[in-house]
Every structure is written in C-alpha cells, then in structure tokens.
Nanobody, 125 residues
Framework: EVQLVESGGDLVQAGGSLRLSCAAS????????IGWFRQAPGKEREGVSC????????YYADSVKGRFTISGDNAKNTMYLQMNSLKPEDTAVYYC??????????????????WGQGTQVTVSS
C-alpha cells in the first residue's frame, strides 16, 4: 500500500522557518517524481515545488523561489520542504505527493496519484 505521511507543520512568525517532512512507504521512492502542494482557505490547491527523486530540474512556484527548497533522501524514502523567510500568505495546508509520470516534475497536479493527508502551516504577521 502506497502511503505518504507529512509532518512539521506549525505556527510560526513571519520571517521564520519550518521544515516539512514526508515519509513514503509502499513504493520505490527513487524512481518517482515528488512534490509539495498547498491549499489556502478559499483557494485552489497549487503546486509549490516538484522534482524527480533521481535528480534533474526542479520546479518552484514563483511565489516561493529563493525561499523554499525541496529535497529528498532516497535512503530514508523521505522528502523535505525547507521553508525560509515565511510570509503570512504562505499559510495553508501543505500536501506531499508522488507520481510515476515524468512530466509531473512540472507540478502538474493531475499526474500525481499518491497524496499525504496534509499538514497545517500558519504564519502570523
């Protein structure tokens, strides 16, 4: 059974940092595309950052470029999202996701078939 479990969400002040983790099980992590998405209240879910676990180009939404970093540890089957210089507009439920479809590395949500349950990130001003 494919399973993704996020952790690390918290309440943080603007300008602070958080690191989200996503532990994966039930599939080979290193031959998948991994990604982070978020959904703020009243808004559609959006792609934050995606990458191929085997390496290659990485996608970042314009709103997080230079502040967020996606990474993966294939040995631990875990992906991370390091979030620095957080802003109130980063407040959302963050989801990790995995796909076996290469084009999903551009954060095309419809190609991701495995999702975590989400973790809340709240940034206070």
């Amino acid at each position: 059974e494919v399973q993704l479990v996020e952790s690390g969400g918290d309440l943080v002040q603007a300008g602070g940092s958080l690191r989200l983790s996503c532990a994966a099980s039930g599939f080979r992590f290193d031959d998948h595309v991994i990604g982070w998405f978020r959904q703020a209240p009243g808004k559609e879910r959006e792609g934050v950052s995606c990458m191929r676990s085997s390496g290659g180009s990485t996608y970042y939404a314009d709103s997080v470029k230079g502040r967020f970093t996606i990474s993966g540890d294939n040995a631990k089957n875990t992906m991370y999202l390091q979030m620095n210089s957080l802003k109130p507009e980063d407040t959302a439920v963050y989801y990790c996701a995995a796909s076996h479809i290469s084009i999903a590395a551009m954060c095309y949500e419809r190609f991701f078939g495995s999702w975590g349950q989400g973790t809340q990130v709240t940034v206070s001003s």
